[in-house]
T-cell receptor, first 111, second 114 residues
Framework: GNSVTQMEGPVTLSEEAFLTINCTYT??????LFWYVQYPGEGLQLLLK?????DKGSNKGFEATYRKETTSFHLEKGSVQVSDSAVYFC??????????FGTGTRLQVFP | GAVVSQHPSRVICKSGTSVKIECRSL??????MFWYRQFPKQSLMLMAT?????????EQGVEKDKFLINHASLTLSTLTVTSAHPEDSSFYIC??????????FGQGTRLTVV
C-alpha cells in the first residue's frame, strides 16, 4: 500500500542549528511529495512540494529533494529560528487530490 | 493563501450525543472538501471526500451512518459524529480545494467524548 514514514519527535534544537526531518515513502506509482507545517492554533499550510524525481522544493529557507532511489523526501533548513517551532507533516499524493500523511514531527526551537 | 475556517476548535460531549463540526472556505469556492481524523501519534487518516451537491465518498472502514457529511454549498461542509462514544475522541481536520489547486486546511477540532 501507499504510506509515509517520518521520524518521531519532538526534535529540539537551539536557534541557528541545522535541521533535518527524515521522511520516506512507499507508493505504487509516481507520487507527488509534500511538506506541510502546522503552527500552534492554525491549520496545516503547504510548505513545499516536489512532483517528480530529483525535483527540489524550497520555501522560507526549507528544502527537500525528491529522491526516487531512496524513496525519501527529507526536510532540511540550515539555520532554524524560534518561529519555526511547529509540527511538520510529510505527505504524498497519487494523481488525485487525496493526501496520505505521515505522523507529523514536532519541532521545538529554543533561543 | 486561501482561508479555511473550522468550528469549533474544541468540543467535549457526553457519550451518546451527536456533535457537528463545520468547515468553511472563507474566500474561495471549494469544489471538493476532505475530512481527516488523527489519533495520538498516528497519521492523519482520510475519512471521506465530499463534492458540493453530491454524496460523500467514504474511505474503507469509515462508517457513513456514524459520520454524516453534508456539503450543501461551495463554501460549507459539515461533519456530524452521531451517537458519539469515547473511542470517537480524536482530532478532526478538514481541507478544501479548488480544481487543480492545492488543498487548504482548517485548524482542526479536538473532540473529547466523556
Amino acid at each position: 500500500g501507499n504510506s509515509v514514514t517520518q521520524m518521531e519527535g519532538p526534535v529540539t534544537l537551539s536557534e541557528e542549528a541545522f535541521l533535518t526531518i527524515n521522511c520516506t515513502y512507499t507508493a505504487t506509482g509516481y507520487p507527488s511529495l509534500f511538506w506541510y507545517v502546522q503552527y500552534p492554533g492554525e491549520g496545516l499550510q503547504l510548505l513545499l512540494k516536489a512532483t517528480k524525481a530529483d525535483d527540489k522544493g524550497s520555501n522560507k529557507g526549507f528544502e527537500a529533494t525528491y529522491r526516487k532511489e531512496t524513496t525519501s523526501f527529507h526536510l532540511e533548513k540550515g539555520s532554524v529560528q524560534v518561529s519555526d517551532s511547529a509540527v511538520y507533516f510529510c505527505a504524498l499524493s497519487l494523481d488525485t487530490d487525496k493526501l496520505i500523511f505521515g505522523t507529523g514531527t514536532r519541532l521545538q526551537v529554543f533561543p | 493563501g486561501a482561508v479555511v475556517s473550522q468550528h469549533p476548535s474544541r468540543v467535549i460531549c457526553k457519550s451518546g450525543t451527536s456533535v457537528k463540526i463545520e468547515c468553511r472556505s472563507l474566500d474561495f469556492q471549494a469544489t471538493t472538501m476532505f475530512w481527516y481524523r488523527q489519533f495520538p501519534k498516528q497519521s492523519l487518516m482520510l475519512m471521506a471526500t465530499s463534492n458540493e451537491g453530491s454524496k460523500a465518498t467514504y474511505e474503507q472502514g469509515v462508517e457513513k451512518d456514524k459520520f454524516l457529511i453534508n456539503h450543501a454549498s461551495l463554501t460549507l461542509s459539515t461533519l456530524t459524529v452521531t451517537s458519539a462514544h469515547p473511542e470517537d475522541s480524536s482530532f478532526y481536520i478538514c481541507s478544501a480545494t479548488r480544481t487543480g489547486d492545492e488543498a487548504f486546511f482548517g485548524q482542526g477540532t479536538r473532540l473529547t467524548v466523556v
